[in-house]
């Protein structure tokens, strides 16, 4: 099976940086998504870990230690519109298990 | 907008009716998925799709039946659905299901609501 963890809220400035944590135990690992979902809206991709080390694509970067079972999605420059629940997705064998989410939200 | 349509996009129904939420891909994918979400939970992955043919079935009861007619298109039929059963179903797909690095692309959902 598989047991995800991420903090349920977060709450930062604009124009901040903010470290959205993820800890995982899993039987299979076939990688990490890191997906962003604003209310009443689906889910959108924003990232993928399989290998150690940081992937940066833009204002967001993300981090996985597989050895620690640990991801970090790190947003930069932060905007009002950043503010939207993040979800950690763990892949297994032909699908995908997701966190609880972390709600998080960008103040003026 | 996304890639991946569903339709209804609101859907209310009893407890006794048949109905069937639409979903569809032109993007080539070879796996495509059924989530049910909560309010403020993640999605529950449902079922799983991969070449057409159901993959993953996560002990969803018999009152939801999956079915995928070719390659675009996923449908879920409903049938004597319970209150508890009212939710934000989301379909998704992704190239294949096995594929390590590739994300999977959600519809927007039907809001479900059953009296």
């Known amino acids: 099976g598989q047991n995800i963890d991420q903090p349920t809220e977060m709450t930062a400035t604009e124009g901040a940086i903010v470290q959205i944590n993820c800890t995982y135990q899993t039987s299979g690992f076939n990688g990490l998504f890191w997906y962003q979902q604003h209310a009443g809206e689906a889910p959108t991709f924003l990232s993928y870990?399989?290998?150690?080390g940081l992937e940066e694509k833009g204002r967001f970067s993300s981090f996985l230690s597989r050895s620690k079972g640990y991801s970090y999605l790190l947003l930069k420059e932060l905007q009002m519109k950043d503010s939207a629940s993040y979800l950690c997705a763990v892949k297994g064998a032909g699908k995908s298990t997701f966190g609880d989410g972390t709600t998080l939200t960008v103040k003026p | 907008d996304t890639e991946v349509t569903q339709t209804p996009k609101h859907l209310v129904m009893g407890m006794t009716n048949k109905k069937s939420l639409k979903c569809e891909q032109h993007?080539?994918?070879?796996?495509m998925y059924w989530y049910k979400q909560k309010a403020k939970k993640p999605p529950e992955l449902m079922f799983v799709y991969s070449y057409e043919k159901l993959s993953i079935n996560e002990s969803v009861p018999s009152r939801f039946s999956p079915e995928c007619p070719n390659s675009s298109l996923l449908n879920l039929h409903l049938h004597a659905l319970q209150p508890e059963d009212s939710a934000l179903y989301l379909c998704?797909?992704?190239?294949?299901?096995?594929?390590?690095?590739?994300?999977?692309?959600f519809g927007d959902g039907t809001r479900l609501s059953i009296l």
């Open positions: 870990n399989v290998l150690d």
């Open positions: 998704a797909s992704s190239s294949t299901s096995g594929a390590y690095n590739q994300p999977q692309h």
């Open positions: 993007m080539g994918h070879r796996a």
